[in-house]
């Protein structure tokens, strides 16, 4: 599908449970194979998401936040189908403890398994004062935009001065064709 998207699509949305390795690794190449095939450049395509973005206006926010998105990545790593994510990262035998702890009904025992080091793989996380500069560390050059939210029970709250911010940073992306 990335080939296709790739070759003729005008952008693509990546699933969260993403970090920038698997992007770069996995997720590029398959694009950059369709964008040739398409004769196309980058910034002809937009590239959507790959990541949460974890933050609040107070540490307590982002806090708060995190553990909710922590649960996320505990959910997600217990199914065999995203451990290629946790491959690119030596991270398989998280993904089988997970899986285990889901098969034997343990789910709000999960996302204590989900280290500070692992959500870091998968989010960009900070303060709003501090979380621009995390958003270039895991999206920069990867991703033209992100979502707010990637939960319906989480919606997004970001100030629209931040979200003006964001769309500051530069992206591949040269816009639409008209």
Same mark, same amino acid.
């Given at each position: 599908?990335l080939?296709?998207?790739g070759e003729?699509?005008?952008?693509?949305?990546?699933?969260?449970?993403c970090?920038?390795?698997?992007?770069?690794?996995v997720?590029?190449?398959?694009?950059e194979t369709?964008?040739?095939?398409g004769?196309?450049?980058?910034?002809d395509?937009q590239?959507?998401? !790959?990541g949460?973005l974890?933050t609040? @206006?107070?540490d307590?926010?982002v806090?708060?936040? =995190?553990e909710?998105?922590?649960? #996320?990545v505990?959910f997600?790593?217990?199914?065999?189908a995203y451990?290629p994510?946790?491959?690119?990262h030596?991270l398989?035998?998280?993904g089988?403890?997970l899986?285990?702890?889901?098969?034997? !009904?343990q789910?709000?025992?999960?996302p @204590?398994e989900?280290?500070?080091?692992v959500?870091q =793989?998968?989010a960009?996380?900070g #303060?709003?004062?501090?979380?621009v500069?995390?958003?270039q560390r895991?999206?920069g050059g990867l991703?033209?935009a992100?979502?707010?939210?990637?939960s319906y029970?989480?919606?997004?709250?970001?100030?629209?001065d931040?979200?003006q911010?964001i769309?500051?940073?530069?992206?591949?992306?040269?816009?639409f064709?008209?």
């Amino acid at each position: 599908m990335l080939r296709v998207a790739g070759e003729v699509a005008d952008g693509v949305r990546l699933h969260a449970f993403c970090t920038r390795r698997y992007i770069e690794n996995v997720i590029l190449p398959q694009l950059e194979t369709g964008l040739v095939r398409g004769q196309r450049q980058r910034s002809d395509l937009q590239v959507t998401g !790959g990541g949460f973005l974890v933050t609040g @206006a107070t540490d307590e926010e982002v806090a708060q936040n =995190l553990e909710f998105y922590r649960s #996320r990545v505990a959910f997600y790593g217990a199914t065999r189908a995203y451990w290629p994510v946790l491959e690119q990262h030596d991270l398989l035998d998280l993904g089988a403890k997970l899986n285990q702890m889901a098969r034997d !009904g343990q789910w709000q025992a999960m996302p @204590a398994e989900v280290s500070d080091d692992v959500m870091q =793989l998968f989010a960009a996380i900070g #303060r709003h004062d501090e979380v621009v500069a995390e958003i270039q560390r895991q999206f920069g050059g990867l991703s033209d935009a992100i979502a707010d939210s990637t939960s319906y029970d989480m919606p997004g709250t970001l100030p629209a001065d931040l979200i003006q911010e964001i769309q500051a940073l530069p992206t591949p992306w040269a816009g639409f064709r008209s």
